[in-house]
């Protein structure tokens, strides 16, 4: 069944893009003369009247906003027929440039206090695997941003880390001093040290290795739960 998807527009533009994108999908039914130039003008004034009472009249949409309309409809005897229960909207509000600008300002002012300080994350333990590895979430600002694996051997440890926010960085494989004492809080001690000899790198590399590392509990958790 067609489908007609108006990618990313502002909602100040969807009427127009969904009659071009409309037009565009049947230029070949039209030339063929399976349905007329008029019956898809109509069919996108029809969808385009209740995207009007969806977007502004309901969600007081702002023509800034940016807006995405997928929706299916099929062709039958010369006419098209919108298969509604198929409409799915997305829509991102525009935020309004003194905001912005209000923002950008504030953040530039104390740039150089925020960039000679250490991000500060919360770390708590996670789980632990049945071969000793110790697997450690990290937060910041509140999200769940990173994950730490450590693998304590005589006195010393192995570590992986990844963080993805504020800024990717990545610990692929290092050996550290593990000293005596709780081990939790040893690594919290460790975890400025560890950020700090971070490399860093694209979000995405940083993405997969805290899967990989959240995929070692995980894996150990879905065992307990068969076993259970």
Request: glycine share 6%; proline share 3%.
């Amino acid at each position: 069944m067609p489908v007609l998807r108006s990618g990313l527009v502002i909602a100040g533009r969807y009427a127009d893009k969904v009659r071009r994108v409309l037009f565009a999908q049947l230029k070949d039914s039209i030339k063929s003369g399976e349905i007329s130039a008029q019956e898809v003008a109509r069919a996108a004034g029809e969808l385009n009247r209740l995207l009007f009472e969806i977007l502004v009249n309901e969600l007081k949409i702002d023509k800034g906003d940016v807006v995405r309309i997928t929706v299916e409809y099929e062709l039958a005897d010369g006419t098209i027929k919108w298969k509604l229960e198929t409409l799915t909207i997305q829509a991102w509000r525009r935020v309004p440039d003194e905001e912005v600008q209000a923002a950008v300002k504030s953040i530039v002012e104390k740039a150089c206090e925020i960039l000679a300080g250490e991000p500060e994350y919360e770390i708590e333990r996670a789980g632990e695997t049945d071969t000793g590895d110790i697997v450690y979430r990290l937060y910041y600002a509140g999200e769940e941003a990173g994950a730490l694996l450590l693998t304590p051997i005589n006195g010393k440890a192995i570590v992986r880390l990844a963080v993805t926010q504020p800024a990717a960085k990545v610990i692929r494989k290092i050996v550290v001093d593990l000293p005596s004492g709780e081990i939790d809080e040893t690594v919290k001690n460790l975890l400025p040290q560890l950020l700090r000899e971070a490399e860093d790198t694209e979000k995405r590399l940083a993405e997969r290795v805290y899967r990989e590392i959240l995929a070692l509990i995980q894996v150990e958790e879905e065992e307990e739960e068969a076993e259970e």
